[in-house]
């Protein structure tokens, strides 16, 4: 399995969209049944005013959007009248659309098997060099044993792109119905009913082969296999009995591993054949999605050199009002910081910090690994167990990208912030009025923003 990287969750990388749903419905007209369109000029106007003035490309779909979500190489728009339409997010060319047949919402966000996209794109890669090394053995030496062996490795990494390309499909829930469709068409392969077996409770989260359910009414998360249709191979329990809706919140899967938080106070962590690795308590109700970060660093190799090493961190805030880092190997508290206010959003991890917003109204941006340090030559002296806040911006909502310089984040009153990295030192704000709908983007710099009648921008960082 592909490995996290540096933006783990997530992607997160679905369900990281935005919109202020306040301001959307004051630009609803009842009436119509559609939003109003304030036409391109003062949208583009507005765009101007924000210090991404560079438009990758923009376009207006001919239906309103009510929900974006961003995916490893496309943007989910969600209508209205619950259709999910799938956009190249960087050309901004519209891929395919899909209805629910029963013209029903979708449950949560769409979610793609993560990390495949990226898996073929690399054996994509290998064969073309597959396809090289045998042009050029061909040519210094003629057909032979060399080349012979050198088309069968080729023929080994078809097959492993046969199967990622198999695996390569988005996840959509509507009223407990979950479809299975190829992300590259948006061709329909399969349905499954999931409240014949159990009650859908949460975001699903997807690889190549599997699809991981939360499951409330019997307080698990669901294994479904992809070949088979959906078909359930096994679950994971929680320390609640039935009943309790005890996972809410999408899980997590790096092979071999499942990870998940409860209701109950507990991260949970399984192997997917369903033994348990281990648990970790909290004091108080998990309500927040988990976030897996692989952090990376330089460190002696006590031979004079350097060796990188790797941890896997999840990142998980709780009701308790305490945000926590844990080993994602063995289930040991990393560090804890106390944040006087309970966390129901997922964080988002991205190079050296991480961010994330509590019920209080804050925005807190946190070292992903806090180290004492010598105050006089700044040397790490071992890690700081209580955390270490960079800075904390009162009513901020969430980590929205980093840019070259700065980073942005959504602030109050519906304005983006850009502020220094470290310090939190706020270097510009820029209103919104008109762009209710912006995209949290951990993934590279592109900003994107649109009105709900159906405009859309991708827009990049210029300098002023």
């Not at 560079?54 to 309103?64: G, L, N, P, S, T």
């Not at 949460?202 to 690889?207: D, K, L, S």
């Not at 806090?370 to 911006?393: S, V």
């Not at 990208?401 to 310090?423: A, F």
């Amino acid at each position: 399995m592909k490995s996290l990287g540096c933006v783990a969750a997530i992607l997160l990388l679905l369900g990281v969209a935005g919109c202020r749903a306040g301001r959307s419905a004051e630009l609803y007209d009842a009436s119509l049944q559609e939003y109003h369109d304030p036409g391109l000029q003062p949208l583009k106007d507005e765009v101007r005013s924000l210090p991404f003035r560079e438009i990758v490309w923009d376009y207006k779909f001919r239906d309103d959007i009510s929900r974006i979500t961003l995916g490893a190489e496309d943007l989910y728009l969600e209508t209205p009248d619950h259709k999910v339409i799938a956009v190249d997010r960087f050309g901004g060319t519209k891929r395919w659309e899909f209805g629910i047949d029963t013209r029903t919402p979708l449950d949560w966000p769409p979610v793609e098997a993560y990390g495949v996209a990226e898996e073929i794109r690399a054996l994509e890669a290998e064969i073309r060099a597959c396809n090289r090394r045998i042009e050029d053995i061909v040519k210094e030496k003629g057909p032979g044993e060399e080349s012979q062996k050198a088309q069968k490795k080729r023929d080994q990494v078809s097959e492993q792109l046969r199967h990622a390309q198999n695996g390569d499909n988005v996840y959509l829930i509507s009223r407990g119905v979950l479809y299975c469709i190829v992300r590259k068409t948006g061709n329909l392969l399969w349905t499954r009913r999931l409240t014949s077996e159990f009650a859908p409770s949460g975001q699903p989260f997807a690889v190549r082969g599997y699809v991981f359910v939360p499951g409330g009414d019997l307080s698990r998360v669901w294994a479904l296999d992809v070949e088979r249709k959906g078909q359930s191979i096994t679950f994971y329990r929680t320390g609640l009995g039935a009943h309790d809706k005890a996972v809410t919140n999408r899980p997590l899967y790096e092979d071999p591993a499942l990870y998940f938080v409860s209701h109950d106070g507990q991260v949970y962590s399984y192997n997917v054949n369903g033994d348990l690795n281990w648990t970790y308590p909290t004091e108080d109700e998990l309500r927040a999605d988990p976030v897996l970060y692989e952090y990376r660093e330089m460190v002696d190799d006590g031979k004079g050199g350097k060796r990188e090493a790797v941890t896997k961190m999840l990142f998980v805030g709780g009701f308790d009002n305490a945000f926590y880092a844990i080993d994602a190997a063995g289930g040991g508290l990393l560090w804890k910081f106390e944040t006087a206010g309970p966390i129901k959003s997922a964080a988002v991890a991205k190079d050296r910090t991480v961010y994330v917003k509590t019920e209080g109204g804050a925005l807190f941006a946190f070292d992903v690994n806090p180290q004492h340090r010598d105050p006089k030559t700044g040397k790490a002296e071992g890690p700081k167990r209580n955390g270490n806040m960079r800075w904390r911006l009162p009513l901020g909502e969430r980590f929205l990208l980093k840019g070259r310089d700065y980073v942005y984040v959504m602030g109050p009153n519906s304005e983006i912030y850009r502020l220094n990295e470290y310090t939190g030192e706020v270097i510009g704000r820029y209103p919104l009025e008109l762009l209710t709908h912006v995209v949290t983007n951990p993934i590279d710099p592109i900003l994107y923003v649109a009105h709900p009648s159906g405009h859309v921008f991708a827009l990049r960082e210029t300098s002023e």
